[in-house]
């Protein structure tokens, strides 16, 4: 059994935790998960400087020994408008509109 932790400003640590014939199909599980994250969670803290963190161990409730870890972090880089762009399209744009 291996158990799945996450961390990604909030902690939910696993106790029920996952069987699988070897450490590579846990890897690609691990792999699936963090996608799953990215397409379908709540990205905010992300954007905002927490790292998302998922570890995997032989132990629930995050203890024991840990058998591997995804770290995944952003960081913005502030960007300036160009001369080109208008007040109306920096406007639609926190609107969330694309400028046309």
């Not at 996608?35 to 629930?60: C, F, M, N, Q, Y």
């Not at 109306?88 to 969330?96: M, T």
């Amino acid at each position: 059994m291996v158990y799945f932790h996450l961390d990604n400003g909030d902690t939910v640590l696993d106790g029920d935790g996952f069987g699988f014939r070897d450490m590579a199909a846990a890897r690609a599980e691990a792999l699936a998960t963090v996608a799953d994250i990215l397409r379908d969670g709540d990205l905010s803290p992300l954007w905002e400087g927490t790292p998302l963190r998922l570890w995997v161990t032989d132990r629930p409730g995050g203890l024991g020994k840990t058998l591997f870890t995804l770290h995944l972090a952003a960081t913005v880089v502030e960007q300036t408008l160009g001369a080109t762009e208008n007040v109306a399209s920096l406007e639609q744009a926190r609107r969330g509109k694309t400028a046309g």
